[in-house]
T-cell receptor
Framework: NAGVTQTPKFRVLKTGQSMTLLCAQD?????MYWYRQDPGMGLRLIHY???????AKGEVPDGYNVSRLKKQNFLLGLESAAPSQTSVYFC???????????????FGEGSWLTVV | DAKTTQPTSMDCAEGRAANLPCNHS???????VYWYRQIHSQGPQYIIH???NNETNEMASLIITEDRKSSTLILPHATLRDTAVYYC???????????FGTGTRLQVTL
């Protein structure tokens, strides 16, 4: 019963280094998302994807890139990490919303990233 | 998507019902009301959602006013494990993008 799995769970980066966060879901969901959460704040959407091969910008996309080469995976990349990107990152997935029933988005357990 | 307003924090005694209010006065006809919660710094957990009618599941009940401008999440018998931040979110389902506010921090006490 994996659901949404994020790797790595913890990472410390030096300023200017690059890294990729991997999100994998085993529920065959079309939609996938990357959020970040800073202390005392709600989650903010970075990028999202409505299907394999598609990506779109969310609320705070600057400094991040994403790819969705396979339906089950959604990668979040930091090309040149900055201290302002120190945060907790959450991946999520869900089916398309239906007007008659709505839908449910499922979240991973988070990836703690510190940039020094 | 419509904006929501929630109290910053609430307390509830263990075993009592926790009633968490949410105002969404600008909600449109096709927007659902969703509730998620976040325990400590874990990933948000889905609780319940509704459009017009009241809804109940194994976790909670959702009461939506007739004009749909506000709703209340009810945890019928709160336990210490229900201590969390509760988010009320309204969205249409277009790309299903959730917009999180700062939520209500519910503290359940003995």
């Amino acid at each position: 019963n994996a659901g949404v799995t994020q790797t790595p769970k913890f990472r410390v980066l030096k300023t200017g280094q690059s890294m990729t966060l991997l999100c994998a879901q085993d529920m065959n969901h079309e939609y996938m998302y990357w959020y970040r959460q800073d202390p005392g704040m709600g989650l903010r959407l970075i990028h999202y994807s409505v299907g394999e091969g598609t990506t779109a910008k969310g609320e705070v996309p600057d400094g991040y890139n994403v790819s969705r080469l396979k339906k089950q995976n959604f990668l979040l990349g930091l090309e040149s990490a900055a201290p302002s990107q120190t945060s907790v990152y959450f991946c999520a997935s869900g089916p398309p919303g239906r007007r008659s029933t709505g839908n449910t988005i499922y979240f991973g357990e988070g990836s703690w990233l510190t940039v020094v | 998507d419509a904006k929501t307003t929630q109290p910053t924090s609430m307390d509830c005694a263990e075993g009592r019902a926790a009633n968490l209010p949410c105002n969404h006065s600008t909600i449109s006809g096709n927007e659902y009301v969703y509730w998620y919660r976040q325990i400590h710094s874990q990933g948000p957990q889905y609780i319940i959602h509704g459009l017009k009618n009241n809804e109940t599941n194994e976790m909670a009940s959702l009461i939506i006013t007739e004009d749909r401008k506000s709703s209340t999440l009810i945890l019928p018998h709160a336990t210490l494990r229900d201590t969390a931040v509760y988010y009320c979110i309204v969205y249409t389902g277009t790309a299903s993008k959730l917009t999180f506010g700062t939520g209500t921090r519910l503290q359940v006490t003995l």
